[in-house]
Structure formats: C-alpha cells, structure tokens
C-alpha cells in the first residue's frame, strides 16, 4: 500500500462550523505533514509532524489545529474559518527527513 | 559562462519532442531535491529526484540536472506525451530538515 488517503474528498463549511480533515497512511511513515495549496500556486507548508509529535508549525493561525493521534492517523481540525482560507489541502507522508514525500488527492474546502 | 535556464509559468509542447522545465532553487544549503507532477484537482506525484553529491540522474523518460554552483534544477522529459500535461513543480530540502519547500510550478500543455 503506496497511498496516502485523505478523507473528505470535498467540504463545503460555514464561517461558524466545526470540521475535520482526515489523513490516513499505512506505509509506516514517521512523518506526516498538511499543506496547503491556494489555485494556481504551489503547496505551502503548514505543519509537521515526526514520530507522532508536533516538530513544525509554520505560524499557522489558531483556527487550524492538527492532531495526530497515532502514526498512520493525522487529522485537522478547522473551526472558524475565513473565506480565504478555502483552498486545497494536502496531506503528504514520508518515511524519515531528506527524503520524499507521498501526497494525498487532497481535501477541496470552501468557506462560505 | 554557463547559461542558465529561466523559469517559465506555461510552457507548450508538441507530441514527440522533448521538454525541458527550468526551477532556480534558493537554499544553497539544500540538498536533496524533487520533481513532482500535479494534475488538475490531484495531488503531487513524485517523479525524479536527485541528492546534492549528484548532477544527473535518470528515470524513464525523465532526467533531472542539478547545477549546485547557480543553483539551478531542470526536468527534461523525453517524448513528451499528452498524459504529460500537468503542473511540474520542483521542491528542496536539507539534510535532517522534514520542510520540503516547493517552487512557483510550471504549467506543460502537450500540443497533438
């Protein structure tokens, strides 16, 4: 198994709601990482994670929250969004630093 | 001196030639380096990649060239095919670093 599954394929949410985006791995990778990746642009680090712990945060604003409950499992919880947040999401793994990264099909969000 | 490939936004392509896509990279501590393809509403696929203490490397139908000294990566793909159509980007990172930093991508539309 080479995939990197990510869980919805596509999200509509409200400025008020509360959702979550989920990624999934069984390749055995110590790292897991969200992008994001804005129309027409390249993908934008948003956080890292390393043997199940936080090791990256790329200044991202409080209403993104990732989690990481186990080593195949990372997720993003999203609570009071802003329209500009909509974008394409990316969850990307990869089995140590310096080496490369398998990507998701990504989550298309759109904040309404 | 040498010259270096520009980076271009778009780049067409006729069925059957060869295609050269240019990324100027901007970490000269970088060393470790990937060309990834992204199709419209897909996530990144891995293509090629190529660590700092090389200056080629070849795939099927890919070779990636790196010159350290201007700091400058290129894709060439051989035969280009109209399955080749998609955004390139190329992306770099350094030793014992999990932030893989992408470039400005290239649009390639393969012509019949």
């Known amino acids: 198994d080479t995939e990197v599954t990510q869980t919805p394929k596509h999200l509509v949410m409200g400025m008020t709601n509360k959702k979550s985006l989920k990624c999934e791995q069984h390749?055995?990778?110590?790292?897991m990482y969200w992008y994001k990746q804005k129309a027409k642009k390249p993908p934008e680090l948003m956080f890292v994670?390393?043997?199940?712990?936080?090791?990256i945060n790329e200044s991202v604003p409080s209403r993104f929250s990732p989690e990481c409950p186990n080593s195949s499992l990372l997720n993003l919880h999203l609570h009071a969004l802003q329209p500009e947040d909509s974008a394409l999401y990316l969850c990307?793994?990869?089995?140590?630093?310096?080496?490369?990264?398998?990507f998701g099909q990504g989550t298309r969000l759109t904040v309404v | 001196g040498e010259s270096v490939g520009l980076h271009l936004p778009t780049l067409s392509v006729q069925e059957g030639d060869n295609s050269i896509i240019n990324c100027a990279y901007s970490?000269?501590?970088?060393?470790?380096f990937i060309w990834y393809k992204q199709e419209s509403g897909k996530g990144p696929q891995f293509i090629i990649d190529?660590?700092?203490?090389?200056d080629k490397r070849q795939g099927q139908r890919v070779t990636v060239l790196l010159n350290k000294t201007v700091k400058h990566l290129s894709l060439q793909i051989a035969a280009t095919q109209p399955g080749d159509s998609a955004v390139y980007f190329c992306?770099?990172?350094?030793?014992?670093?999990?932030?893989?930093?992408f470039g400005a991508g290239t649009t390639v539309t393969v012509r019949a």
């Open positions: 990307a793994s990869s089995p140590r630093e310096v080496s490369r990264a398998f």
């Open positions: 390749m055995g990778h110590r790292a």
């Open positions: 994670y390393s043997y199940e712990k936080l090791s």
């Open positions: 970490n000269s501590a970088s060393d470790y």
């Open positions: 190529i660590r700092s203490n090389m």
């Open positions: 992306a770099e990172t350094s030793s014992n670093d999990y932030k893989l930093s």
